[in-house]
T-cell receptor, first 113, second 114 residues
């Protein structure tokens, strides 16, 4: 089975801190994603990576950056955390192709105080 | 732009009731369509999918049919169980190139009471 693992289930950080959310997948997928989940808004794409060192902005990239130095690992970085970044963050990976399924991690609940 | 709209929740049903969760999408072309489910405290997992018009996806008693004419992909189940209580997300493939990028609806919370 495909496994997508996020490094933390819960995080509490202070305003202004630099925050790293890590995600690792074990199925050699080319494409990896970071989504943010908020009640009533569904999931919104923050960033997308289609290859090592390649990235593309999603719908809400402001305040975030990403890093993909190895194919299996995709990191989301909050350069200076703010309270409006308190949310559930979900990482996903996929191969590509018609009807390709995305596989999700268990999510990281981030609280910025 | 492209979007997905789901019926508002929460939906509360008694066990063995019939379930419908409406989903419509806007798109250029014919995207793949998906239903994902999120159980409490977990990430999303694929429930079913359809890749072309008139395809029916099915899994665990749930079904959805890709309706090109009405741009819809409604989720149905004939008899829900307490264990079906979860948040359900409708999604369509986003962008070009079939990358696995998804555009999600807002999610519908289902609560099934014994």
């Amino acid at each position: 089975d495909v496994k997508v693992t996020q490094s933390s289930r819960y995080l509490v950080k202070r305003t202004g801190e630099k925050v790293f959310l890590e995600c690792v997948q074990d199925m050699d997928h080319e494409n990896m994603f970071w989504y943010r989940q908020d009640p009533g808004l569904g999931l919104r794409l923050i960033y997308f990576s289609y290859d090592v060192k390649m990235k593309e902005k999603g719908d809400i990239p402001e305040g975030y950056s990403v890093s993909r130095e190895k194919k299996e690992r995709f990191s989301l970085i909050l350069e200076s955390a703010s309270t409006n970044q308190t949310s559930m963050y979900l990482c996903a990976s996929a191969t590509g192709g018609q009807g390709t399924e995305a596989f999700f991690g268990q999510g990281t609940r981030l609280t910025v105080v | 732009g492209d979007s997905v709209t789901q019926m508002e929740g929460p939906v509360t049903l008694s066990e063995e009731a019939f379930l419908t969760i409406n989903c419509t999408y806007t798109a250029t072309g014919y995207p793949s369509l998906f239903w994902y489910v999120q159980y409490p405290g977990e990430g999303l997992q694929l429930l079913l999918k359809a890749t072309k018009a008139d395809d029916k996806g099915s899994n665990k008693g749930f079904e959805a049919t890709y309706r090109k004419e009405t741009t819809s992909f409604h989720l149905e189940k004939g008899s829900v169980q307490v264990s079906d209580s979860a948040v359900y997300f409708c999604a369509r493939g986003g962008g070009s190139g079939n990358t696995g990028k998804l555009i999600f609806g807002q999610g519908t919370t289902l609560q099934v009471k014994p």
